[in-house]
């Protein structure tokens, strides 16, 4: 109920190429949805979020998709950059403690 | 510097010793929260608290951890009898109360039992 699966685990993609990541939720009662990008050695750093009632949200090249029903959630790497090299891990929140769930990771390389 | 602040960044430390770590939240935040991360692992929660109180605690935080917020301000978590399996990067994360109110991570402590 408290998980929040990831895939891929990790991904290869070309200079100007689209970074896809995908997560699945089972809670229900989850209220908010962060994708946070990590590089070595640092903490997690906010990329962008969304809430449930909203089905997709983009900031600059950055896009999440919803999907409510289906319970998943997407990350959309546009035009990828070799400095968007990292881990992104997506999360879900619970409501009254505001603790976060993560998946597992995404190791995403993206070749010059 | 508004960010979350830890100390220290590294601790290397023996089987068997006590460590403490500081996290000095961003200052309007009444939340904050205490994640720990193994290599290749998202972040998993610990506890947290909601100005002094601490208001959850997850089953990964076993007898030899303590954390406290005395006076709802910078935050300290200490482990006794430190095992390797402690061995992780511990973050910490504060946030404002309310609805989609983002946490924002410090740099983590990265701790190493040998």
């Keep these: 109920q408290q998980q929040v699966k990831q895939s891929p685990q990790s991904l290869i993609v070309q200079k100007g190429g689209i970074s896809i990541i995908n997560c699945a939720y089972e809670n229900t009662a989850f209220d908010y949805f962060p994708w946070y990008q990590q590089f070595p050695g640092k903490g997690p750093a906010l990329l962008i979020a969304i809430r449930p009632d909203v089905s997709e949200k983009k900031e600059g090249r950055f896009t999440i998709s919803f999907n409510k029903s289906a319970k998943q959630f997407s990350l959309h790497i546009m035009d990828s950059q070799p400095g968007d090299s990292a881990t992104y891990f997506c999360a879900a929140r619970s409501g009254n403690t505001g603790k976060l769930i993560f998946g597992q990771g995404t190791t995403l390389q993206v070749k010059p | ?114």
């Design chain 2, 1 to 114: 510097d508004t960010g979350v602040s830890q100390d220290p960044r590294h601790k290397i430390t023996k089987r068997g010793q006590n460590v403490t770590f500081r996290c000095d939240p961003i200052s309007e935040h009444n939340r904050l929260y205490w994640y720990r991360q193994t290599l290749g692992q998202g972040p998993e929660f610990l506890t947290y608290f909601q100005n002094e109180a601490q208001l959850e605690k997850s089953r990964l935080l076993s007898d030899r951890f303590s954390a406290e917020r005395p006076k709802g301000s910078f935050s300290t978590l200490e482990i006794q009898r430190t095992e390797q399996g402690d061995s992780a990067m511990y973050l910490c994360a504060s946030s404002l109360e309310g609805v989609a109110k983002e946490a924002f991570f410090g740099q983590g402590t990265r701790l190493t039992v040998v």
